[in-house]
């Protein structure tokens, strides 16, 4: 759903935030704090709205789900990696040389706690507010709502520190409360089991979707309860800890997974308000990158995105998806992610994810397509060539919505939770993994295969639709890391490239050479990805590509280079916070 009257007021409400809201406890440079008059800014339930959507601003921009939460941190994996050399930026994060220095780590960490403290101020003033006890039904109903969202929005963006830092300061009252700025590391469980409560009491403040003018981008109950799941599944798995510098799950996993399975299940149980969409590329295409209104509700909470600058919109499309020349119709964009060889073989040549997730070509100044070679192939859920309304030139900021939570995900969380806690896969689970794949398969039963009904064979099927559904989409890397298999698959992905590499194995069929010809501005292969090379060398009237032959043993060692188990599935603290909070110490090995 695309921002129209909700992005006007975030402007606004930015405005009102940064001019007193803020009192921000920084923790790059800690100034004195002044405490806004919160009587005005909490007076009625106008302000109150304005107050929240300033909470809601630091979701968007660079330095989050702009361009570094969304594109920068998940990568390197199995199913993605990012283009380029290592440097000391976002290709050193990807391939794990992480260091305390590295440029693009500080404005993410500041972004997402001074989204906390708005949040704060709003959660410690609304319910003191006349109106919220005492108001007409409508005023209770709205600031109950605003209550709501502003405890959704500090779990969210402590969800993204956890995830990417692990123990982490942790303050749940607004600043100018605080006697001392200078906060040390909390323990994350407590800070989760805090924030799952947070989100149990946010769900119940919240209207479902369709109720009271919601929409995609303001949280709504389905929204707080599927976020809520996602947290427990953090919370119950595994996770580099401080004092063992070990990857472990804490003994009580279950109760977690329980709370996963029951939020998951109530939010099923209401399809008038979530489901799928019947088409997995219009969910992308017309939703996502043409900007319409999503009518089954799949995508349940997205990041708005508006203004065309680097604080308050974001990179997709620009940044990633097919690489598009500036002379284009389209405009200039694409390239920063490459999807492995082995990924693009990982789905099955019918699953109409595979050319949603992945594009093949790249885009001359003439608008024709032509393919690229196996090791250069883009993610494709962000696509500048399918805006709905095009923009031609070299504009970075395109509009685009990062969307936080599907409801496929939903499905997938709770077949994961349900085979775990009934020590193998219900009917119910199994109901709910394959109406995922049905649907990357329209209804074709043939060639949805058979669901496994052992509990390790079940999980390895969820592990493996994860995978494939949610490509692209920030999400495969910290699966990985809860289920303590990032190290696992990366050697996995690796292995497999080099049967890739040497044409042998489920890989013996892969060409080493394809064949296309221009068709219009579209381009046509001579035969299939799945079929070797014809015998001949070049063929006239076709252009050859090198598909397979850049897939060397120096491609292959840059994935992941330097991933280290029990280090770096946590990034280090950047430097300019250190040194500005003498209560912050590095762990993990850093």
Known sequence: MKK??????????TALAVGGLTACQ????VAPISQFDNEAVFSDVSNATLAVLGAYDLLSGDPTYGIRISMYYPYDTDEMMTSGSLDNGRRGIARYNLLAGNTELA???????QGIERANLCIAQIPKMAQYTNGTATEQRELRRLHGEALTLRAQYYLELIRTWGDVPAPMTPSYTQ???FLAKEDRDKVYDNLLEDLRVAADMLPWRTEAGARNER???????????????????????????????RADFAKYYQIARDETFAIMQRRDQHTLNANFETLFKQFVNGMQPDPAGEIMFEVGSAGGSAQSDSKLGYYNGPRLDAASRFGQGGGGINPLPTYFYAFDSTDTRRDVTITLYQVAANNNKSPQRLTTITDGKFRRDWRGTLLPGTAQNLGYNWPIIRFADVLLMFAEAENELKNGPTAEAIAAFEEVRKRAFRGNLNRVGTTPTTKAAFFDAIVN?????????????????????????????????????????????????????????????????YRPSPSTGQITGWTRVDWRQNVTATYITSIAQYFTPNKTELFPINQ??????????????Y
């Open 179 to 181: 006697t001392d700025l």
């Open 576 to 589: 300019q916070a250190l040194d500005a909070n003498p209560n912050l110490k590095q762990d993990y090995g």
């Open 26 to 29: 920084k923790y790059l440079d």
């Open 465 to 529: 639709e994860r995978y494939l559904e949610f490509g692209g989409e920030g999400i495969r890397k910290y699966d990985l890391i809860r289920w303590n298999l990032l190290k696992t698959k990366i050697d996995e992905a690796k292995a497999n490239l080099t049967d890739l590499q040497n044409a042998r194995g489920r890989y013996a069929n892969v060409p080493q050479y394809i064949y296309w010809r221009q068709n219009g501005e579209e381009y046509q292969l001579l035969s299939s990805l």
């Open 219 to 249: 949280i709504t109950k389905g929204a707080a309860k599927a976020l809520r799941a996602r947290m427990a599944l953090y919370r119950g798995g595994f996770s580099l800890r401080r004092d063992t510098k070990q990857m472990e799950r």
């Open 107 to 113: 404005s993410s960490w500041n972004a997402l706690y």
């Open 4 to 13: 129209t009257s909700f992005y006007k007021s975030i402007a606004l409400a």
